[in-house]
């Protein structure tokens, strides 16, 4: 087995030749704990849960999309420029690439979307969506257009609160996630790898203070008990993605 090295709030390495740059901006994390057995069988091939302490965890990741540029090229600014809200999941693989792997990616123009299904099998839908702010809250609002399951939404509004000096190591486990798993290559075949690079993450506490949604059960998963256990906002970081690379294997228990 190959254990996977500590979380660390920086990228292992910088990707030198992006496949693609852009920058997340207005961040809201949402997160539940959740048995691993419970998401094991949602994930691609090649993958296992990543766990903290016991638990994995179902992500709520609300946020704007800024200027998507292809390789070196500039970014694109209205097709690149675009709300979005991910259901992701936390994944390792026998390299010990800790990754996230997204249930659903809803988000508001519809070429990247088709893009994003067609060119790299990402779980992309289109929606109708807002991202607003007003003082210290930030409301994200998303309903479903295409291709379902129609009336799939989301209204959340959090309060935020100081810069976090130093995050904790749940922090960072939720957050420092270097890249993702998915099958790029069909269903049929192993998961791939696709890193990213960007400045360690700006957090500070948030609240929720409206939480209304239906895209956590929409993607296939169990309906969060509770309130998040974990819940933060980031002003954003400018990324840049690689290449995805095949893993091989699967961790052993």
Same mark, same amino acid.
């Given at each position: 087995m190959v254990e996977p090295s500590a979380v660390s709030p920086d990228a292992p390495s910088r990707i030198r030749s992006p496949l693609l740059t852009q920058r997340w901006l207005d961040l809201a994390f949402l997160h539940w704990a959740v048995d691993p057995a419970a998401v094991s069988g949602l994930l691609p091939r090649g993958t296992v849960p990543d766990t903290y302490d016991g638990a994995t965890y179902v992500g709520l990741v609300a946020f704007r999309m800024h200027r998507v540029g292809w390789l070196r090229l500039p970014g694109v600014p209205y097709l690149g420029t675009f709300p979005e809200t991910n259901v992701r999941l936390y994944s390792v693989d026998a390299h010990g690439r800790r990754g996230v792997v997204f249930r659903s990616m809803d988000a508001a123009r519809l070429i990247p979307v088709v893009m994003g299904r067609v060119g790299f099998r990402l779980p992309y839908l289109w929606s109708r969506m807002a991202v607003r702010r007003a003082g210290d809250t930030v409301t994200y609002t998303?309903?479903?257009? @295409? $291709?379902? $399951?129609? !009336?799939?939404?989301?209204? /959340?509004? =959090?309060?935020?609160?100081?810069?976090?000096?130093?995050?904790? !190591? /749940?922090? +960072?486990?939720?957050?420092?996630? @270097? !890249?993702? +798993? *998915?099958?790029?290559f069909g269903e049929a075949g192993p998961s791939a790898?696709? $890193? *990213?690079? +960007? &400045?360690? @993450? &700006?957090? +500070?506490? %948030?609240?929720?203070? =409206?939480?209304?949604? *239906?895209?956590?059960?929409? %993607? !296939? /998963? $169990? %309906?969060p008990e509770g309130d998040p256990v974990s819940v933060l906002y980031s002003p954003g970081v400018p990324v840049r993605l690689g290449r995805p690379a095949r893993p091989a294997g699967l961790p052993t228990p």
């Amino acid at each position: 087995m190959v254990e996977p090295s500590a979380v660390s709030p920086d990228a292992p390495s910088r990707i030198r030749s992006p496949l693609l740059t852009q920058r997340w901006l207005d961040l809201a994390f949402l997160h539940w704990a959740v048995d691993p057995a419970a998401v094991s069988g949602l994930l691609p091939r090649g993958t296992v849960p990543d766990t903290y302490d016991g638990a994995t965890y179902v992500g709520l990741v609300a946020f704007r999309m800024h200027r998507v540029g292809w390789l070196r090229l500039p970014g694109v600014p209205y097709l690149g420029t675009f709300p979005e809200t991910n259901v992701r999941l936390y994944s390792v693989d026998a390299h010990g690439r800790r990754g996230v792997v997204f249930r659903s990616m809803d988000a508001a123009r519809l070429i990247p979307v088709v893009m994003g299904r067609v060119g790299f099998r990402l779980p992309y839908l289109w929606s109708r969506m807002a991202v607003r702010r007003a003082g210290d809250t930030v409301t994200y609002t998303s309903s479903r257009r @295409w $291709p379902g $399951p129609r !009336g799939a939404y989301s209204r /959340l509004t =959090v309060r935020v609160g100081e810069r976090i000096a130093e995050p904790t !190591g /749940l922090e +960072h486990f939720l957050t420092a996630r @270097w !890249g993702m +798993h *998915n099958a790029f290559f069909g269903e049929a075949g192993p998961s791939a790898y696709l $890193p *990213n690079d +960007h &400045p360690r @993450w &700006p957090l +500070h506490r %948030a609240e929720a203070v =409206v939480r209304e949604e *239906n895209l956590i059960t929409a %993607a !296939g /998963l $169990p %309906a969060p008990e509770g309130d998040p256990v974990s819940v933060l906002y980031s002003p954003g970081v400018p990324v840049r993605l690689g290449r995805p690379a095949r893993p091989a294997g699967l961790p052993t228990p």
